[in-house]
Nanobody, 123 residues
Framework: QVQLVESGGGLVQAGGSLRLSCAAS????????MGWFRQGPGKERTFVAV????????YYADSVKGRFTISRDNAKNTVYLQMNRLKPEDTAVYYC????????????????WGQGTQVTVSS
């Protein structure tokens, strides 16, 4: 079992930045690949970024490539999502997820999820 708690969401103007954090507890954090997903109002949950267990390999959705950066600190059991040049269309609830296979880009493949943190980008 892995427990995940996201933080760092909020309201920001377009062009601004936010850093999301996801703190993990339970099983050894370093054995899990970590993903970030988002779900906008009335939309399905979609892939944002994923990072492997060591932090050496990452993948991004095309819509965030070059603006968002996923990273992890295994000593702190935390994964981050640095979001720059935010756009109104980035408005969503952001979720972190954990599982051992890598890379997993489909939400249904993940066993462990956080509760989500709201990100709202105003125009």
């Amino acid at each position: 079992q892995v427990q995940l708690v996201e933080s760092g969401g909020g309201l920001v103007q377009a062009g601004g930045s936010l850093r999301l954090s996801c703190a993990a507890s339970g099983q050894p954090f370093s054995s899990y690949a970590m993903g970030w997903f988002r779900q906008g109002p009335g939309k399905e949950r979609t892939f944002v970024a994923v990072i492997n267990q060591s932090g050496g390999t990452t993948y991004y959705a095309d819509s965030v490539k070059g603006r968002f950066t996923i990273s992890r600190d295994n000593a702190k059991n935390t994964v981050y999502l640095q979001m720059n040049r935010l756009k109104p269309e980035d408005t969503a609830v952001y979720y972190c997820a954990a599982d051992r296979p890598f890379p997993l880009l489909v939400p249904a493949r993940y066993d462990y999820w956080g509760q989500g943190t709201q990100v709202t980008v105003s125009s």
